[in-house]
């Protein structure tokens, strides 16, 4: 969220005190993530490094705090954990939102820094980890699993047909309707490559293992002193593990690893045999979502408008050399 929710900071901080048993001396809103129903601060404390809080409205997945934890049991360092309220839960409740703090790691993400090599070891190990994993039953059945759904490739259809037939008096709609309709060919082969994958993955399943579903250069935090992070499990999933492996190559924006980075990754992950077919349509099929969650953000929403640019600018980005779109076709064995 690029623009700050209308919730007075005496409101928040007086939440953190009754809630946690903060005082705080001060909040800093900070411009991160393309999620418009997550807004997060900084919460300053007299004399500490103070604390990362994030509001959640809207859905609330209880395993995006809690898996975190468990990691951190089975020791997988790289997670940064939810600190317990008062009562011991890791959330609270503030109006509509749902309220979640952390200790605060001065960082980076993977946008605006270049994975050092040790960093890259790092990731490949902790990904192996947590694609080896047992998850108890009690969290484990609050986990969804792949089931290779149509409704991202149904709703990305539903927009496209939607700028076809309308006009928008909006500049920022107009652009992206424009856009789409410019796109509309590399469109829809995404839309019915990643349908014909899906079907195929269907009738020959592969095995399943615990995904973080998101891990892109911005949900990996990375400090000065070479830590690494893996941060966001909003998205959390069992699925094969290309759903998280596809993001190597692909999805890590205009600082994408090369061989040399990719080696690295897999000296920490060890030996892996990956397929193809299944990668290809995680590609695509991520690239669908990820188009309707902007398409949503820009004709659905009337407000927030640093928000809705940059959600225009995300989905063109992805068309653009060397990005999402052309390493997804690259991936697949047929052309359109």
């Known amino acids: 969220m690029l623009e700050k929710p209308a919730i007075p900071d005496a409101h928040i901080m007086a939440c953190l005190e009754a809630e946690y048993g903060l005082q705080a001396a001060g909040l800093s809103f900070l411009t991160l993530g393309?999620?418009?129903?997550?807004?997060?601060?900084?919460?300053?404390?007299?004399?500490?490094?103070?604390?990362?809080?994030?509001?959640?409205?809207?859905?609330?997945?209880?395993?995006?705090?809690?898996?975190?934890?468990f990691l951190l049991e089975q020791g997988i360092r790289s997670v940064i954990t939810p600190l317990p309220n008062r009562a011991g839960d890791l959330w609270g409740s503030l109006d509509e939102y749902r309220l979640v703090l952390f200790p605060f790691i001065e960082g980076q993400d993977g946008y605006e820094v270049s994975l050092a090599d040790d960093q890259w070891i790092q990731l490949g190990m902790a990904l192996k980890l947590m694609h080896t994993i047992h998850v108890v039953a009690s969290l484990a059945g609050l986990i969804p699993v792949e089931s290779y759904s149509p409704r991202w490739r149904e709703q990305v259809?539903?927009?496209q047909a939607q700028v076809e037939l309308d006009t928008f008096a909006d500049p920022t709609s107009a652009r992206l309707a424009a856009f789409m309709r410019h796109k509309q060919r590399e469109i829809s082969?995404?839309?019915?490559?990643?349908?014909?994958?899906?079907?195929?993955?269907?009738?020959?399943?592969?095995?399943?293992?615990?995904?973080?579903?998101?891990l892109h250069p911005g949900n990996l935090h990375l400090t000065a002193d070479g830590a690494l992070y893996i941060v966001d499990w909003d998205d959390v999933i069992f699925a094969p593990q290309e759903h998280d492996l596809m993001f190597l190559g692909a999805g890590m924006g205009e600082k994408g690893p090369g061989d040399r980075e990719t080696a690295l990754f897999y000296q920490g992950y060890g030996d892996v045999e990956i397929d193809q077919s299944t990668l290809t349509y995680y590609r695509f099929e991520r690239i669908v979502r990820d188009l309707v969650e902007f398409c949503k953000q820009v004709f659905l929403v009337d407000r927030g408008d640093e928000d809705r640019e940059q959600a225009y600018s995300y989905f063109a980005g992805q068309f653009e050399p060397g990005r999402e779109v052309e390493a997804a076709f690259r991936a697949d064995r047929f052309t359109y």
């Open 34 to 69: 393309a999620d418009v129903n997550t807004a997060v601060y900084r919460v300053a404390i007299e004399g500490d490094p103070g604390y990362f809080l994030k509001l959640r409205k809207g859905a609330f997945n209880e395993v995006a705090v809690l898996l975190p934890v």
């Open 157 to 159: 259809s539903s927009f």
């Open 189 to 214: 082969h995404m839309v019915r490559r990643s349908a014909e994958l899906g079907e195929e993955l269907k009738r020959h399943p592969r095995h399943f293992v615990l995904c973080h579903g998101d």
